[in-house]
Nanobody, 122 residues
Framework: QVQLLESGGGSLQAGGSLTLSCAAA????????MGWFREAPGKEREGLAV???????AVVGSAKGRFTISLDNAKNTVYLQMNSLKPEDSAMYYC????????????????WGQGTQVTVSS
């Protein structure tokens, strides 16, 4: 059974940091691209960061310079380190897995977790 389970979300003040985790089961993250996305109320799902098994990464948009994606093959887990958080970062955060042609396109990913909520207050 393929599963992705996000954890690490919560509520915090602006300027703080969180690290999200995505534990995978039923497949190896080493053979897939792994991505982080977020979705705020009334907005489309937004791609944030991606990493492949060779360690190549991309971080886009407002996440640049603040967020870092990493992979631990031994733990079969992907992480998103988020620094300098702002109220506009408040959203449900999702991890995804696949072999996409477009790294930050939500429609290109096959497997999704159920999300973890991040709420940033000013």
């Amino acid at each position: 059974q393929v599963q992705l389970l996000e954890s690490g979300g919560g509520s915090l003040q602006a300027g703080g940091s969180l690290t999200l985790s995505c534990a995978a089961a039923g497949f190896s993250v080493a053979t897939h691209c792994m991505g982080w996305f977020r979705e705020a109320p009334g907005k489309e799902r937004e791609g944030l960061a991606v990493i492949d098994s060779d360690g190549r990464t991309a971080v886009v948009g407002s996440a640049k310079g603040r967020f870092t994606i990493s992979l631990d093959n031994a733990k079969n887990t992907v992480y998103l380190q988020m620094n300098s958080l702002k109220p506009e970062d408040s959203a449900m955060y999702y991890c995804a897995a696949g072999n996409p042609n477009q790294w930050l396109d939500p429609g290109a990913y096959t497997y999704w977790g159920q999300g973890t909520q991040v709420t940033v207050s000013s």
